[in-house]
Protein backbone atom coordinates (compact mmCIF):
# COMPACT_ATOMS: atom_id res chain seq x y z
CA UNK A 1 0.00 0.00 0.00
CA UNK A 2 1.23 3.50 -0.78
CA UNK A 3 1.97 5.70 2.25
CA UNK A 4 -0.59 8.29 2.10
CA UNK A 5 -1.19 11.05 5.03
CA UNK A 6 -2.98 10.16 8.36
CA UNK A 7 -6.68 11.04 9.04
CA UNK A 8 -5.97 13.73 11.48
CA UNK A 9 -3.25 15.69 8.82
CA UNK A 10 -6.22 15.52 6.38
CA UNK A 11 -8.63 17.13 8.94
CA UNK A 12 -6.06 19.98 10.00
CA UNK A 13 -5.62 20.27 6.32
CA UNK A 14 -9.31 21.36 6.15
CA UNK A 15 -8.88 23.50 9.88
CA UNK A 16 -5.77 25.36 9.35
CA UNK A 17 -2.62 24.91 7.11
CA UNK A 18 -0.58 26.39 9.81
CA UNK A 19 -1.47 23.94 12.66
CA UNK A 20 -1.13 21.21 9.80
CA UNK A 21 2.72 21.54 9.42
CA UNK A 22 3.42 21.97 13.23
CA UNK A 23 1.56 18.70 13.63
CA UNK A 24 3.52 17.14 10.78
CA UNK A 25 6.46 18.63 12.15
CA UNK A 26 6.05 17.46 15.42
CA UNK A 27 5.46 20.70 16.86
CA UNK A 28 2.21 19.49 19.19
CA UNK A 29 0.51 21.38 21.54
CA UNK A 30 -2.60 19.04 22.33
CA UNK A 31 -1.35 18.44 25.84
CA UNK A 32 -1.77 21.89 27.20
CA UNK A 33 -5.48 22.09 25.44
CA UNK A 34 -8.49 21.83 27.84
CA UNK A 35 -10.40 21.44 24.55
CA UNK A 36 -8.55 18.56 23.22
CA UNK A 37 -8.99 17.31 26.37
CA UNK A 38 -12.64 17.18 26.95
CA UNK A 39 -12.95 15.99 23.52
CA UNK A 40 -11.20 12.99 24.23
CA UNK A 41 -13.54 12.65 27.24
CA UNK A 42 -16.48 12.42 25.22
CA UNK A 43 -15.15 10.29 22.92
CA UNK A 44 -14.24 7.83 25.69
CA UNK A 45 -17.03 8.00 27.65
CA UNK A 46 -19.86 9.05 25.47
CA UNK A 47 -20.89 5.59 23.76
CA UNK A 48 -19.34 2.82 26.12
CA UNK A 49 -20.62 -0.19 25.07
CA UNK A 50 -19.27 0.94 21.31
CA UNK A 51 -16.07 -1.38 22.35
CA UNK A 52 -17.94 -4.25 22.36
CA UNK A 53 -19.92 -3.53 19.22
CA UNK A 54 -17.01 -2.46 17.39
CA UNK A 55 -13.85 -2.74 16.66
CA UNK A 56 -10.62 -0.24 16.31
CA UNK A 57 -8.77 -0.72 12.57
CA UNK A 58 -5.31 1.08 12.18
CA UNK A 59 -5.42 1.47 8.02
CA UNK A 60 -2.30 2.85 6.14
CA UNK A 61 -1.25 4.72 9.53
CA UNK A 62 -4.63 6.06 9.98
CA UNK A 63 -6.82 4.77 13.38
CA UNK A 64 -10.61 4.52 13.21
CA UNK A 65 -11.69 4.78 16.76
CA UNK A 66 -14.86 2.44 15.83
CA UNK A 67 -15.74 0.31 12.87
CA UNK A 68 -18.38 -1.57 12.63
CA UNK A 69 -17.43 -4.39 10.10
CA UNK A 70 -20.65 -6.27 9.11
CA UNK A 71 -22.93 -2.58 8.46
CA UNK A 72 -19.57 -0.82 6.79
CA UNK A 73 -19.97 1.67 9.54
CA UNK A 74 -17.10 4.24 9.74
CA UNK A 75 -17.88 5.97 13.45
CA UNK A 76 -16.30 9.01 14.27
CA UNK A 77 -17.62 11.07 17.18
CA UNK A 78 -16.20 14.89 17.56
CA UNK A 79 -16.79 17.59 20.87
CA UNK A 80 -19.06 19.95 18.19
CA UNK A 81 -19.44 20.94 14.75
CA UNK A 82 -17.72 24.04 14.38
CA UNK A 83 -15.55 22.66 11.99
CA UNK A 84 -18.04 20.10 10.50
CA UNK A 85 -16.69 20.29 6.74
CA UNK A 86 -13.17 19.27 8.18
CA UNK A 87 -14.84 16.46 10.08
CA UNK A 88 -16.60 15.17 7.48
CA UNK A 89 -13.26 15.22 5.29
CA UNK A 90 -12.04 12.93 7.94
CA UNK A 91 -14.45 10.45 7.67
CA UNK A 92 -14.58 10.40 3.91
CA UNK A 93 -10.95 9.58 3.73
CA UNK A 94 -11.04 6.75 6.36
CA UNK A 95 -13.76 5.47 3.81
CA UNK A 96 -11.12 6.13 1.13
CA UNK A 97 -8.61 4.50 2.31
CA UNK A 98 -10.90 1.03 3.48
CA UNK A 99 -11.57 1.04 -0.11
CA UNK A 100 -7.78 1.23 -0.97
CA UNK A 101 -7.49 -1.98 0.83
CA UNK A 102 -10.22 -3.49 -1.16
CA UNK A 103 -12.95 -2.40 1.17
CA UNK A 104 -16.08 -1.35 -0.32
CA UNK A 105 -19.45 -0.29 0.23
CA UNK A 106 -18.25 1.33 3.08
CA UNK A 107 -20.47 4.58 4.96
CA UNK A 108 -19.40 7.02 7.75
CA UNK A 109 -21.48 8.49 10.47
CA UNK A 110 -20.28 11.34 12.46
CA UNK A 111 -21.50 11.81 15.84
CA UNK A 112 -21.94 14.91 17.96
CA UNK A 113 -23.44 13.90 21.44
CA UNK A 114 -23.39 16.99 23.42
CA UNK A 115 -25.38 18.10 20.23
CA UNK A 116 -27.47 14.86 20.22
CA UNK A 117 -26.76 14.81 16.64
CA UNK A 118 -25.72 12.40 13.66
CA UNK A 119 -25.23 13.00 10.30
CA UNK A 120 -24.72 9.87 7.72
CA UNK A 121 -21.28 10.62 5.28
CA UNK A 122 -21.36 9.07 1.87
CA UNK A 123 -18.07 8.86 -0.30
CA UNK A 124 -18.92 9.93 -4.58
CA UNK A 125 -16.30 9.90 -7.13
CA UNK A 126 -16.01 13.32 -7.30
CA UNK A 127 -15.01 12.98 -3.49
CA UNK A 128 -12.67 10.70 -4.44
CA UNK A 129 -10.98 12.94 -6.48
CA UNK A 130 -10.73 15.53 -3.81
CA UNK A 131 -9.22 13.41 -1.91
CA UNK A 132 -6.42 12.94 -4.55
CA UNK A 133 -6.43 16.89 -4.47
CA UNK A 134 -6.11 17.05 -0.41
CA UNK A 135 -3.06 14.40 -0.26
CA UNK A 136 -1.04 16.41 -2.78
CA UNK A 137 -1.49 19.75 -1.06
CA UNK A 138 -1.13 17.79 2.68
CA UNK A 139 2.29 16.68 1.47
CA UNK A 140 3.30 19.85 -0.09
CA UNK A 141 2.51 21.82 3.36
CA UNK A 142 4.53 19.10 5.20
CA UNK A 143 7.21 19.68 2.67
CA UNK A 144 7.65 23.42 3.50
CA UNK A 145 11.01 24.78 4.42
CA UNK A 146 8.97 27.41 7.06
CA UNK A 147 5.69 27.05 8.77
CA UNK A 148 2.64 28.59 7.08
CA UNK A 149 2.11 32.23 7.74
CA UNK A 150 -0.80 32.69 10.46
CA UNK A 151 -4.20 32.95 8.75
CA UNK A 152 -6.62 34.52 11.64
CA UNK A 153 -10.18 32.85 12.33
CA UNK A 154 -12.77 32.97 14.55
CA UNK A 155 -11.65 29.18 15.82
CA UNK A 156 -7.90 30.06 16.72
CA UNK A 157 -8.73 31.10 20.59
CA UNK A 158 -9.77 27.33 20.87
CA UNK A 159 -7.14 26.40 19.51
CA UNK A 160 -4.26 24.38 21.22
CA UNK A 161 -1.61 26.26 19.27
CA UNK A 162 -3.26 29.73 20.11
CA UNK A 163 -0.52 30.87 22.28
CA UNK A 164 2.32 29.76 19.76
CA UNK A 165 0.67 31.43 17.39
CA UNK A 166 -0.22 34.93 19.09
CA UNK A 167 3.17 35.48 20.85
CA UNK A 168 4.49 38.63 19.96
Known amino acids: MADYPN????????????????????????????????????????????????????????????????????HETKKSDKVYHAHEAQVKYYIWLLEQ????????????PKQRRKEEVFLTDEGRKNILLWIEEVERIIALEHCPPLV????????????FCYAE
Not at 45 to 60: F, G, H
Not at 154 to 160: A, D, L, T, V
Request: positive net charge; charged residues 30%; aromatic residues 10%.
Open 7 to 74: ATLINLYHVCKRELWLHANEIRMEHNSASVSEGKWIGENTYLSRSEQYREVEVAGSKIDFYDPKKKIV
Open 152 to 163: KKPICKNCSYYE
Open 101 to 112: EGVTGVKGVLEY
